[in-house]
């Protein structure tokens, strides 16, 4: 019952681990076919590393997928364990004769015979396949002589006895396989690789240089911009996390340059207060222990036991107070011993000279250090500022996000005097102008109509554009 409940679990999982492989691998499959991975060249170093990133991904999730045992592998592995030397022999070379014959059929299928005019051709195709026919037949012979062997073989596996160790060595070959595990982790290597890759190439497709925006266009560089910013955040705090560690006190710096002066005589004496404390702490639970059982034997009516049992139990408690307190004599020892080191130690590092060499040591610690609390400070000014840059990206987001359900399909945004300027930094203008930023407004255009026809689209004309379709609408009159 246990067995088959693990199989269940294991199979389970297995299955599991198949899906998430299999939607790796589509995954992988759909970037490579798409025109974005096609029309790349891979010039960019960048992006090349990515990509052999992603086929050495590919190439992982391929390996440990041949390493997988299926339940029909592992019972054909166990079945060998319970075959004699020569009935294992028998028993792998009739089924690979077995399928030498079957490969040999399907060879024969894909032969496609010439016709009567190619007399050469045709002679080769039928000495080929009279060949081929002869060692279909005689390996079908060999596996006629093997097959009374095999059906033996076959009955001895079948008894109830060897099914049931069959069984179990089946169990233990696929709990055994830890396979499964590596090959989840490679197909979660592929995903985060073929993610990488396509956000890379996305990210270079929107930085070709553009005339104008679509409103989703806008929306979806900002909220990369979004995500690029909280990922730099987050990384910007375990940055943060990981320098405090190592950040060294004034406090610290004393300490550590104490026990320098001393030869590690500090830390030796700390490490031995440790030991101490936990011996003392394992004393105090073994006088406890001594203790429920004296009260025990005290509440014992003993008159109605045995002699020799209230004498053993006697015995017993006495050796165990004699023992405890001969343990706690050791320990009282060790403190004092213990203290009187603190003591020479603390008065050694009092003294002027010793003083003096401590605070050299101190400084020369906390000089190295000041690395590290420089880091600290450009980490946490970095910090302060990306807060409002994120608080903001978030609110352009937000408008965005109304103005994508507002916009028609083919409305666009451009930015007037936008040469030199990335894509990235015209979203941001147009994000900004959406919130109605006066500077943004007056540098950004909104396109309905085809054509990019301006006339209707006076609210979020920049006032150039607006100036020079005045004076466009003043000559048609004229």
């Known amino acids: ?155 001895k596996l079948d008894s109830p006895e060897c099914r049931k160790n069959i069984q179990l060595v089946t169990h233990q070959i696929l709990q055994s396989n830890t396979y499964a595990l590596r090959l989840k982790k490679a197909s979660d290597e592929l995903d985060k690789a073929v993610a990488d890759l396509s956000n890379a190439l996305f990210t270079q497709a929107m930085e070709e240089p553009q005339s104008s925006f679509k409103t989703r266009e806008v929306y979806d560089l900002i909220r990369r ?57 394992t004393l105090a639970n073994k006088f406890l ?70 605070e050299e040591i101190a400084a020369g610690i906390l000089r190295k250090n000041y690395k590290f609390v420089r880091q600290l400070e450009k980490i946490e000014t970095h910090e302060k500022e990306l807060i409002p840059r994120i608080n903001h990206v978030k609110e352009q987001l937000n408008a965005l996000e109304v103005r994508v359900a507002r916009d028609k399909v083919g409305t666009r945004y451009r930015v007037t005097n936008s040469d030199n300027l990335s894509n990235n930094a015209l979203a941001t203008i147009i994000a900004d102008a959406i919130l109605f930023d006066p500077q943004a407004v007056q540098l950004v255009a909104r396109l309905d109509g085809n054509f990019l026809e301006m006339e209707k689209d006076w609210e979020m004309m920049s006032e150039f554009d607006k100036d020079e379709l005045m004076r466009k609408k003043i000559i048609r009159e004229l």
């Open 1 to 155: 019952m246990v067995m088959k409940l693990d199989a269940m679990t294991k199979e389970a999982e297995e299955l599991e681990i198949k899906d998430a492989v299999q939607l790796s691998s589509t995954a992988a499959k759909s970037l490579i076919g798409s025109k974005q991975y096609k029309k790349q060249k891979f010039v960019s170093q960048y992006l090349l590393a990515m990509k052999k990133r992603m086929m050495k991904a590919v190439a992982e999730v391929n390996r440990w997928k041949r390493f997988i045992i299926s339940q029909h592998d592992a019972e054909q592995q166990a079945k060998l364990e319970y075959m004699t030397k020569a009935e294992r022999q028998i028993w792998q070379n009739y089924f690979q004769t077995l399928a030498q014959k079957k490969h040999l059929e399907e060879f024969l299928k894909t032969l496609k015979k010439p016709n009567d005019k190619q007399s050469e051709e045709l002679k080769a195709y039928n000495d080929l396949v009279d060949g081929v026919k002869a060692k279909i037949f005689t390996l079908f012979t060999s596996s006629l002589k093997m097959k009374k062997s095999i059906g033996e073989i076959a009955s």
């Open 225 to 281: 911009q979004y995500h690029g910013l909280k990922k730099e955040y987050e990384n910007t705090l375990a940055d943060k996390f990981a320098i405090r560690h190592q950040i060294i006190s004034p406090q610290r710096a004393l300490a550590m340059a104490k026990n320098i002066f001393v030869h590690g005589d500090y830390k030796r004496l700390r490490e031995a207060i440790r030991r101490y404390k936990k011996a003392e702490q």
């Open 289 to 358: 222990a001594y203790n429920k059982e004296e009260k025990k034997f005290q509440r014992e009516d003993w008159k109605v036991l045995p002699r020799s049992t209230f004498l053993q139990t006697q015995y017993y408690l006495t050796k165990q107070r004699t023992l405890l307190k001969m343990e706690k004599e050791r320990l009282d020892q060790i403190k004092l011993a213990l203290q009187k080191k603190q003591k020479e130690l603390d008065s050694l590092c009092l003294e002027h000279e010793s003083q003096r060499k401590i």
